[in-house]
């Protein structure tokens, strides 16, 4: 089939996750039909840097033979059976068995789902029983923060921040609160309503703010009444949002002060994207739960997960009795074995290692010459995920919602020219966001660097000339991270 037949097809029959089908309709989608290493290829034929993995999971890159043997052999020899009624199946063992040998040492059990939205309600239903079993079944509120991603199910959106998805589809689930985020450049150095008003306040002190945030919350709700906190380590969807060095440890400080389970979502932070096997290695948390998937099977297979810790599983397994809760495709043997196999991979490749020690370290310093670009108002990274802030050359500020309202997203439009220049850089509102596959060389990151400087002189290029035809050259149709902020 060629290019348009597939247009045609998806425009009248596939409703796609995460948009807008009258707008996809009239553009029409890329269909990619290939990829290898880093690179994706579409129908025109063009080769493209995925500087996203996916959808921040294929870690390892695309094109692995041994995943797909490993995927292969698995379907011959069980391609399903379940993990209820007291059966399993040797995939979901020696899963379970390395999840938890590389995990934390605290943490021994690890409950499968099929995705990442799956592993949160999984935590929500969890953290709730437990304090019922500690008999304290007033311990139900959950505080998550604004802006944070976990998932899009009905609870995975609740325990979320994104104001777009609470306003659609009705009520969310009750009992869960929102504090600030440590999003220290939108809300600490220009925060709406507060530029010019003194309101550069320094990192540190932002990320101490935040943490007095979470407090004042837990007083407010009152501790006998709340479970859990859950946050990514560094937010991912929310735009790539590396919190100040101070915010962990004052969360951490705080956090023992109640007691409260810690939930930390490792969706996207886990199996090397911080350099350590998981963001709370990196920060040092202990969390008592956490959410799995994306990169635990460097998305070739659709599997989550949660980790969960010897305090909770304890009280679960020695008073819970039956957990009424689970799911067709928990540990699904293929899933498993792919999974099983991409750690191996990992492990033997050293790829933690080297993304903290040699490309994280190098993409920060290429990453970081992108401060030199009149559009670029921060560049941060750690690791292998990254985020460009784009700022109005004119104003060394935000890009005023006046001059640019809703409906002209500078974000979109540069993500638009990155991809006609050969590179996927997702927006997030103004800002670029990167998470590449953690195979990425040296090289591959040098041209990634090369390809973003050139798309921001092409989206500063459009801006100029919009601004010389006053008058929107070019609308781009928000998207709901456009509809954010
Ligand atoms: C992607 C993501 C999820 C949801 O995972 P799905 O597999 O899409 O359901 C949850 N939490 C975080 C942090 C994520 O990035």
């Known amino acids: 089939m060629h290019t348009e037949t597939y247009r045609q097809l998806d425009r009248e029959h596939?409703?796609?996750?995460?948009?807008d089908f009258k707008a996809l309709g009239d553009e029409g989608s890329r269909i990619v039909i290939h990829a290898e290493g880093v690179y994706i290829h579409d129908s025109e034929g063009n080769r493209i840097l995925d500087a996203m993995a996916g959808l921040w999971c294929v870690n390892l890159g695309y094109g692995r033979e041994e995943l797909v043997e490993a995927a292969t052999a698995q379907l011959r020899e069980l391609p399903y059976y379940n993990n209820f009624f007291k059966s399993t199946h040797p995939?979901?063992?020696?899963?379970?068995?390395?999840?938890?040998?590389?995990?934390?040492?605290?943490?021994?059990?690890?409950?499968?789902?099929?995705?990442?939205?799956?592993?949160?309600?999984?935590?929500?239903?969890?953290?709730?029983?437990?304090?019922?079993?500690?008999?304290k079944p007033d311990k139900q509120w959950v505080i998550a923060r604004e802006n944070a991603y976990h998932g899009s199910t009905v609870a995975g959106m609740s325990l979320g921040g994104m104001a777009p998805m609470h306003a659609q589809g009705g009520p969310t689930v009750p009992k869960i609160a929102h504090v600030r985020q440590p999003y220290w450049f939108g809300e600490g150095k220009f925060a709406e309503g507060r530029v010019g008003e003194g309101c550069d306040i320094s990192p540190e002190a932002f990320g101490r703010e935040c943490a007095a945030a979470l407090e004042a919350k837990i007083l407010e709700l009152g501790e006998e009444n709340v479970a859990a906190f859950i946050a990514e380590p560094v937010q991912g969807a929310g735009g790539?949002?590396?919190?100040?060095?101070?915010?962990?440890?004052?969360?951490?400080?705080?956090?023992?002060?109640?007691?409260?389970?810690?939930v930390v979502d490792?969706?996207?932070?886990?199996?090397?994207?911080?350099?350590?096997?998981?963001?709370?290695?990196?920060?040092?948390?202990?969390?008592?739960?956490m959410p799995i998937a994306k990169g635990l099977s460097s998305g070739y297979l659709p599997i989550g997960?949660?980790?969960?810790?010897?305090?909770?599983?304890?009280?679960?397994?020695?008073?819970?009795?039956?957990?009424?809760?689970?799911?067709?495709?928990?540990?699904?043997?293929?899933?498993?074995?792919?999974?099983?196999k991409n750690l191996e991979l990992m492990q033997a490749e050293g790829i933690v290692e080297r993304v903290r020690d040699d490309v994280g370290p190098y993409l920060a310093e290429r990453w970081a010459t992108l401060a030199d670009h009149s559009l670029v108002g921060e560049v941060r990274s750690l690791g292998l995920i990254g985020a460009l802030e784009l700022i109005d050359p004119d104003t060394g500020?935000?890009?005023?919602?006046?001059?640019?309202?809703?409906?002209?997203?500078?974000?979109?439009?540069?993500?638009?020219?990155?991809?006609?220049?050969?590179?996927v850089m997702r927006s997030v509102g103004d800002t670029m966001i990167i998470s590449p596959p953690l195979v990425i060389t040296r090289a591959e990151i040098d041209e990634l660097v090369r390809l973003a400087w050139e798309a921001l002189d092409e989206t500063a290029r459009r801006l100029a000339a919009r601004e010389q035809a006053d008058g929107p050259a070019i609308m781009i149709q928000p998207s709901i991270e456009e509809s954010r902020s």
């Open 91 to 135: 995939p979901a063992v020696k899963l379970a068995e390395m999840l938890c040998r590389l995990a934390p040492a605290h943490m021994n059990r690890v409950f499968f789902t099929g995705s990442g939205s799956e592993a949160n309600d999984t935590v929500l239903r969890m953290v709730r029983r437990y304090w019922a079993l500690e008999g």
């Open 240 to 262: 790539a949002i590396i919190p100040p060095e101070s915010y962990w440890p004052a969360v951490k400080e705080v956090l023992a002060r109640y007691d409260i389970l810690l």
């Open 14 to 19: 596939h409703l796609h996750p995460f948009t």
């Open 397 to 423: 500020e935000r890009f005023d919602k006046a001059r640019f309202p809703k409906g002209f997203g500078v974000g979109t439009l540069c993500r638009d020219i990155c991809f006609d220049h050969g590179l």
């Open 305 to 340: 997960g949660v980790l969960v810790g010897d305090r909770v599983a304890e009280t679960l397994i020695e008073r819970g009795g039956e957990f009424f809760h689970g799911f067709t495709y928990s540990g699904h043997p293929v899933c498993a074995a792919v999974a099983l």
């Open 266 to 289: 490792e969706v996207i932070c886990g199996f090397g994207r911080l350099g350590e096997w998981f963001g709370s290695v990196h920060y040092d948390l202990k969390p008592d739960l």
